[in-house]
């Protein structure tokens, strides 16, 4: 399929052709005057807003269709992962890109809390070698409560954040079609923060982007798995 993209918008083509009207329906009825414990945001929901296609923002898009696609059938425990790009209309610094990727993870069973969110976070970084980790409480539209994770980075000598986390609200999973009592706990997580502290850079256009040393990449371990020495 052809794109023609202009900033973060598709320009062709540009709206959604099709979506679940039941689900819209559902949707809209949530936000603008809420349901399933929450108040809504008494304000119109505009469906010329919500077909407009755009660039993902956060792989959070592609857990919520994987969550979407799991309420149509009969509820079983699920865990989905994905690392993939996304695009932000960001000022570009030593520790801000437009472009960057998002590792996302969702486990969805009963009586998850989270406290399962916090240990599963802390064993994903320390098996990584990074286990000096921060919680923030934080908010997000869809999580409740939310946690931004920070780690240290020493070469900037400060926090900085390296991923956003939290429990799925039931106003989002209720209108899907998931039991009540399921409960879905998320995070997304950079991908070049992390490295940026594991491997002491201290600016991330060095790992993504026009500004990469491609010697770096050729001679760099990891880059050469599979591949035959000399
Ligand atoms: N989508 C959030 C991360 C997140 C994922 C899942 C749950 C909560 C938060 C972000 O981009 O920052």
Request: charged residues 25%; glycine residues 8%.
């Amino acid at each position: 399929m052809l794109m023609l993209i202009c900033e973060y918008l598709i320009v062709a083509p540009s709206m959604t052709r099709e979506l679940p009207e039941d689900y819209v329906a559902r949707v809209k009825q949530v936000h603008e005057s809420g349901g399933y414990g929450s108040r809504g945001y008494n304000c119109e929901w505009k469906r010329e807003e919500a077909n407009k296609n755009l660039l993902r923002t956060h792989t959070t898009a592609v857990s919520s269709r994987m969550l979407y696609a799991l309420a149509k059938g009969p509820f079983t425990p699920k865990k989905y992962f994905s690392i993939d790009r996304v695009f932000r209309n960001e000022a570009v610094d030593k520790t801000h890109l437009a472009e960057f990727h998002q590792i996302e993870g969702v486990v969805c069973d009963r009586g998850l809390t989270l406290g399962d969110l916090i240990g599963v976070l802390q064993e994903f970084f320390s098996r990584l070698g990074m286990s000096n980790l921060r919680f923030k409480p934080a908010y997000n539209p869809y999580t409740e409560p939310s946690m931004e994770i920070f780690s240290y980075h020493a070469g900037l000598e400060k926090w900085v954040e390296i991923g956003n986390s939290g429990m799925f609200r039931p106003e989002m999973l209720q209108p899907m079609g998931l039991p009540e009592d399921v409960r879905v706990i998320a995070w997304g997580l950079s991908l070049e923060r992390p490295t940026m502290i594991l491997y002491k850079c201290d600016n991330i256009r060095e790992l993504f982007g026009h500004k990469v040393d491609l010697k770096k990449v050729k001679e760099n371990p990891i880059c050469r798995i599979g591949i035959e020495s000399a």
